[in-house]
């Protein structure tokens, strides 16, 4: 390429992807808080291993929020495929349910690859989405 040759933005490599979610989460518990961490542990390690795996190149963020009413709530966030996840937050108590706001930006996958990940980390490591609110 010379220097006159226009650079097109779609010449800069893969496009960003965006999913967001937002529903009911019915645990596989009742969990306490060091559970939850636990099982998103277990479930962001999946997500960005088969996101890879698919192709993924870049991790934009994926974050999320789990509320439990006047429990608290526990933020979550990650960057990187190498990375473990960032919390803020503290949840008391036990809980079945819990409300959940995750939101991914990956490069390199596709919105539906994304979506399809997500709910069966979901399914796998959390419990069922009981409904959505995208």
Not at 37 to 58: H, I, K, N, P
Not at 90 to 101: E, H, I, M, P, Q
Request: hydrophobic share 40%.
């Amino acid at each position: 390429m010379t220097e006159d040759e226009p650079v097109h933005p779609a010449d800069a490599g893969p496009r960003p992807a965006a999913y967001a979610l937002a529903g009911t989460l019915s645990l596989q518990g009742p969990w306490s808080e060091t559970e939850l961490r636990a099982a998103v542990d277990g479930f962001l390690s999946e997500l960005t291993r088969t996101l890879q795996e698919a192709g993924c190149v870049l991790i934009g963020h994926i974050k999320g929020i789990l509320e439990a009413g006047g429990k608290g709530h526990l933020f979550f966030s990650v960057t990187s495929f190498e990375e473990k996840a960032r919390y803020k937050g503290r949840l008391t108590g036990n809980f079945a349910k819990v409300d959940l706001s995750l939101n991914v930006i990956v490069y390199g996958v596709g919105s539906e690859g994304i979506e399809q990940l997500v709910l069966a980390g979901l399914r796998k490591h959390l419990g069922e989405v009981l409904h959505d609110s995208k």
